[in-house]
């Protein structure tokens, strides 16, 4: 049995890894969102658990993670929430929205990640996914925020997989690359320089459907007993 965190499961690439992850009826997930649709809540195999990602006061600690843990013979963390904005140039950016990007992106993840560490049952493998992002390695005009919590994410979690407690503990940052979500629509109407590449992809229909790319990354990263296929 494996039991399964998620972050922002209430759309896009998130609500796929869930729909995905609870068909499965080997898993267990608790999905954590700021709000669930009744067909979540009602899921035999899904725990909803309310939270703002941006706060880490509301966030689940590590005695809350560890009684989700209970009985799980391998157990993982996949962090997919992530905000966009701001987007503009430094000096110009809302103080509010920037410090909202680094909670979400990447306070929220290292709190979740140090608490799922902690409560990981004696034994028990975990695996920690990050969904990061190509802009963690590229200068995009006006993307400062979501690049550098991007690359700090990632910095993180290779230290966390280095650390390996044991080879129990793993961790890896995948790039899901440009997908059909609220996070491109967002970022066709925002204003900066590259923005038209943005909507020529999608008029050309480049982005990639987050079903399939939940799917091929869940095979590729966190299959069933995953402890044995590492």
Not at 42 to 71: M, N, Q
Request: hydrophobic content about 45%.
């Amino acid at each position: 049995m494996r039991h399964v965190v998620i972050t922002g499961t209430n759309r896009g690439l998130g609500q796929a890894f869930l729909d995905h992850l609870a068909a499965d009826p080997g898993t267990r997930v608790l999905a954590l969102a700021r709000s669930f649709p009744d067909e979540q809540r009602d899921h035999p195999h899904i725990t909803t658990r309310a939270c703002d990602l941006a706060d880490p006061a509301s966030l689940p600690d590590a005695a809350e993670l560890a009684k989700f843990f209970v009985g799980a013979t391998e157990a993982a963390v996949v962090h997919n929430a992530a905000v966009i904005e701001p987007i503009g140039e430094v000096g110009a950016l809302d103080p509010e929205a920037l410090t909202r990007s680094v909670a979400v992106n990447l306070t929220t993840p290292m709190l979740l990640t140090n608490s799922a560490v902690a409560a990981r049952p004696h034994g028990v493998p975990l695996r920690i996914l990050f969904v990061s992002s190509g802009a963690a390695h590229h200068v995009i005009s006006g993307w400062s925020a979501y690049s550098a919590t991007k690359r700090g994410g990632e910095e993180f979690f290779a230290h966390v997989a280095a650390e390996g407690r044991d080879d129990l503990v793993s961790a890896v940052s995948v790039d899901p690359g440009v997908l059909d979500t609220g996070m491109q629509a967002e970022i066709r109407a925002a204003d900066f320089a590259e923005r038209q590449r943005f909507i020529d992809r999608h008029q050309r229909g480049e982005l990639r459907p987050a079903a399939v790319v939940a799917a091929e990354i869940l095979a590729a990263h966190l299959p069933p007993s995953f402890s044995r296929r590492s």
